[in-house]
């Protein structure tokens, strides 16, 4: 497995492709299929992936298995010394082998190499396998929060946090 950087509009459009199937074969059975349609294209299309990496500084890495994105996971620096964990997501035959745990451990070093104090992010409070493997990456639940996202659409969250 290796972790390639997210640059060109190929790359940007394959993790957009992955996006959508990763969100509707996962997340079908915490919220709605409308729900998964209206976030994956407001926040998981090539556009808005573009828009992060070129406007917003977001850095995007595809987990590249044999040849074959499997999945990805994207940060950004915020604040000056917090590392925002935006999106990590497998397809659901790779989770299980490890590839969390090596993003897990990139972002840290990243962090570290940065000077940065922690490491957050939000999680669905019904993804409860996921929330099991932050916990098991010793972050810890600062709190929760629930934010309108339009289209009377929430997303009802934990804050996850690791201290660098």
């Keep these: 497995m290796e972790l390639i950087k997210v640059k060109t509009k190929e790359q940007i459009e394959e993790t957009s492709r992955l996006a959508y199937e990763i969100w509707n074969e996962h997340y079908i059975s915490i919220i709605s299929q409308e729900q998964i349609d209206y976030m994956v294209q407001k926040f998981q299309s090539a556009e808005v992936?573009?828009?992060?990496?070129?406007?917003?500084?977001?850095?995007?890495?595809?987990?590249?298995?044999?040849?074959?994105?499997?999945?990805?996971?994207?940060?950004?620096e915020?604040?000056?010394?917090?590392?925002?964990?935006?999106?990590?997501y497998?397809?659901?035959?790779?989770?299980?082998?490890?590839?969390s745990r090596q993003a897990f451990e990139f972002m840290k070093?990243?962090?570290?190499k940065r000077g940065l104090s922690k490491i957050w992010l939000t999680v669905n409070r019904g993804n409860k396998h996921s929330i099991e493997i932050y916990k098991k990456f010793g972050m810890y639940i600062e709190?929760?929060?629930?934010?309108?996202?339009?289209e009377d659409f929430?997303?009802?969250?934990?804050?996850?946090?690791?201290?660098?």
Excluded at 80 to 88: E, H, P
Excluded at 109 to 112: P, V, Y
Excluded at 143 to 150: E, N
Aim: no cysteine.
């Design 143 to 150: 709190r929760t929060q629930i934010a309108d996202i339009g």
């Design 90 to 99: 497998l397809l659901k035959s790779e989770r299980g082998k490890g590839f």
């Design 49 to 76: 992936i573009e828009q992060q990496i070129k406007e917003q500084n977001y850095e995007y890495y595809n987990f590249v298995d044999e040849g074959k994105s499997v999945g990805y996971f994207s940060f950004v």
């Design 78 to 88: 915020q604040d000056g010394d917090v590392m925002f964990l935006s999106k990590i």
């Design 154 to 164: 929430v997303m009802d969250d934990f804050v996850f946090v690791y201290d660098v």
């Design 109 to 112: 070093k990243e962090a570290k």
